[in-house]
């Protein structure tokens, strides 16, 4: 995503679409087109909404809307953000002119790059009641579209002779001193990017779930002055409750599992670095900002890039930027102006259950519909938690009954084994028993 300074808006766009219920198509000897028109009608009689202005400025949108009442209670807010957000606004008994400010780089408010220029996008959300969603409720599709213009860098040149070192050591004076000069660059054109996979496939990410592999890059236009050095990057969850650091300033990662260290090209124009989508618990759209300094290549500004980092400190150093310029062996001292540039992106990362979900419908005023099928058997939560709970008091009984039954079993068993008269104790038989026996004489 580009960051230079924002010049004129080219564009502005609006789009209305309806939040409330939309009539459903009839179909056999009905006039659907009548219908429709009939649909329409009633939807314009209950949009109180008469009148849309947008505003594109250098750090929000802001919408002017005029309503047909003398008062307007309800709310805007940016769709998907109406529970408990700081984006969403809440009027009470306004008069006039309605004004809500959308920022750009946060609350839902996206962007993607276009010829010659960036254009933010979002849907906005006009409900006129406060606490209920009615058929009045009005989603807007706003598009602002920013063209960039050049800037220039400007660094000083001290311009020093080894002749007049010599006699300014000589002589114990400074009366030569240095000789001032001054030279200009445009600033390169720099941007962030967010793409699913490897960069090389060029697929940008918009739509994501947690854990995708995801290629963040920060580029600048390729050309020889100027190198960078991408630094103090973090994550914020667009709505100003919280966020998170990702590379320090020295350029080194505050979390290597969050995200890594960042690969420099050969010109030291272009940083990418690998990791998995992530996002706060309360939301789905992540924001994610960079700071890129630009150094100057030729004069070993850009010394310490990529940096080596060792517990989150860039052991690499700048070295003092000298230049030897002429065949007199001139030197010139260079005077660096550091330039630092913001570069933002971000994207919507969700569950993997809620890819589907409404919030993120592309159409606001298309129902969701379901086709009947006759062999499908339909029933409502409150008959079939009934059914579950009845069938469940069947099951337990019949389990109780069983149990019943067998204990019945066993105490008939015991009954019929108690009056037994054999008798288990000794046996002896007297019969052969060797002193009954007797003597014949």
């Given at each position: 995503?580009k960051?230079?300074?924002?010049?004129?808006?080219?564009?502005?766009?609006?789009?209305?679409?309806?939040?409330?219920?939309?009539?459903?198509?009839?179909?056999?000897?009905?006039?659907?087109?009548?219908?429709?028109?009939?649909?329409?009608?009633?939807?314009?009689?209950?949009d109180?909404?008469?009148?849309?202005?947008?505003?594109?400025?250098?750090?929000?949108?802001?919408?002017?809307?005029?309503?047909?009442?003398?008062?307007?209670?309800?709310?805007?807010?940016?769709?998907?953000?109406?529970?408990?957000?700081?984006?969403?606004?809440?009027?009470?008994?306004?008069?006039?002119?309605?004004?809500?400010?959308?920022?750009?780089?946060?609350?839902?408010?996206?962007?993607?790059?276009?010829?010659?220029?960036?254009?933010?996008?979002?849907?906005v959300?006009?409900?006129?009641?406060?606490?209920?969603?009615?058929?009045?409720?009005?989603?807007?599709?706003?598009?602002?579209?920013?063209?960039?213009?050049?800037?220039?860098?400007?660094?000083?040149?001290?311009?020093?002779?080894?002749?007049?070192?010599?006699?300014?050591?000589?002589?114990?004076?400074?009366?030569?001193?240095?000789?001032?000069?001054?030279?200009?660059a445009?600033?390169?054109?720099?941007?962030?990017?967010?793409?699913y996979?490897?960069?090389?496939?060029?697929?940008?990410?918009?739509?994501?779930?947690?854990?995708?592999?995801?290629?963040?890059?920060?580029?600048?236009?390729?050309?020889?002055?100027?190198?960078?050095?991408?630094?103090?990057?973090?994550?914020?969850?667009?709505?100003?409750?919280?966020?998170?650091?990702?590379?320090?300033?020295?350029?080194?990662?505050?979390?290597?599992?969050?995200?890594?260290?960042?690969?420099?090209?050969a010109?030291?124009?272009?940083?990418?670095?690998?990791?998995?989508?992530?996002?706060?618990?309360?939301?789905?759209s992540?924001?994610?900002?960079?700071?890129?300094?630009?150094?100057?290549?030729?004069?070993?500004?850009?010394?310490?890039?990529?940096?080596?980092?060792?517990?989150g400190?860039?052991?690499?150093?700048?070295?003092?930027?000298?230049?030897?310029?002429?065949?007199?062996?001139?030197?010139?001292?260079?005077?660096?102006?550091?330039?630092?540039?913001?570069?933002?992106?971000?994207?919507?990362?969700?569950?993997?259950?809620?890819?589907?979900?409404?919030?993120?419908?592309?159409?606001?005023?298309?129902?969701?519909?379901?086709?009947?099928?006759?062999?499908?058997?339909?029933?409502?939560?409150r008959?079939?938690?009934?059914?579950?709970?009845?069938?469940?008091?069947?099951?337990?009984?019949?389990?109780?009954?069983?149990?019943?039954?067998?204990?019945?079993?066993?105490?008939?068993?015991?009954?019929?084994?108690?009056?037994?008269?054999?008798?288990?104790?000794?046996?002896?038989?007297?019969?052969?028993?060797?002193?009954?026996?007797?003597?014949?004489?």
């Open positions: 995503m960051s230079q300074s924002v010049a004129a808006q080219l564009a502005a766009a609006l789009f209305l679409v309806s939040v409330g219920p939309s009539a459903g198509q009839l179909i056999g000897e009905f006039d659907t087109n009548a219908l429709k028109e009939a649909a329409e009608k009633e939807k314009d009689k209950n109180i909404v008469v009148d849309v202005g947008v505003l594109c400025n250098s750090e929000d949108i802001t919408l002017t809307l005029t309503v047909t009442t003398d008062f307007f209670n309800g709310m805007i807010y940016p769709k998907g953000l109406s529970k408990n957000s700081t984006c969403m606004t809440e009027y009470i008994q306004q008069e006039g002119i309605i004004i809500y400010v959308l920022p750009l780089r946060s609350c839902n408010t996206m962007s993607t790059d276009v010829v010659d220029g960036i254009e933010y996008f979002n849907t959300v006009v409900q006129p009641h406060r606490k209920l969603v009615t058929n009045q409720g009005r989603g807007y599709h706003v598009r602002c579209r920013y063209q960039t213009q050049e800037k220039t860098l400007t660094n000083d040149f001290n311009v020093r002779f080894k002749w007049a070192d010599s006699a300014q050591n000589r002589q114990g004076i400074s009366a030569l001193g240095t000789t001032p000069l001054t030279a200009t445009a600033m390169p054109a720099s941007s962030m990017r967010i793409f996979g490897e960069a090389s496939e060029g697929l940008v990410a918009e739509n994501v779930k947690i854990g995708d592999p995801l290629s963040l890059v920060v580029s600048i236009d390729e050309q020889d002055i100027y190198g960078m050095h991408v630094t103090e990057c973090l994550v914020r969850d667009g709505l100003g409750w919280s966020e998170q650091g990702l590379i320090n300033g020295e350029g080194c990662p505050e979390d290597y599992e969050i995200m890594g260290e960042f690969e420099y090209s010109s030291k124009t272009t940083a990418l670095v690998h990791f998995q989508a992530h996002k706060f618990p309360y939301t789905s992540v924001y994610y900002q960079c700071n890129v300094k630009l150094c100057i290549k030729h004069a070993g500004g850009c010394d310490q890039v990529p940096p080596i980092c060792e517990n400190v860039n052991i690499v150093r700048k070295k003092r930027q000298v230049v030897e310029v002429d065949e007199r062996n001139n030197a010139y001292d260079l005077v660096e102006r550091e330039e630092t540039i913001k570069v933002y992106s971000g994207l919507y990362v969700n569950e993997a259950q809620d890819l589907d979900d409404d919030e993120f419908a592309e159409n606001l005023d298309q129902p969701d519909v379901s086709v009947y099928d006759p062999n499908t058997f339909c029933i409502s939560q008959s079939f938690a009934i059914g579950i709970a009845i069938a469940g008091l069947i099951l337990m009984t019949a389990v109780v009954v069983a149990i019943m039954i067998l204990v019945s079993k066993r105490r008939r068993k015991n009954l019929s084994t108690t009056g037994s008269s054999i008798y288990s104790g000794p046996y002896t038989n007297t019969a052969y028993s060797h002193s009954s026996m007797s003597r014949r004489s």
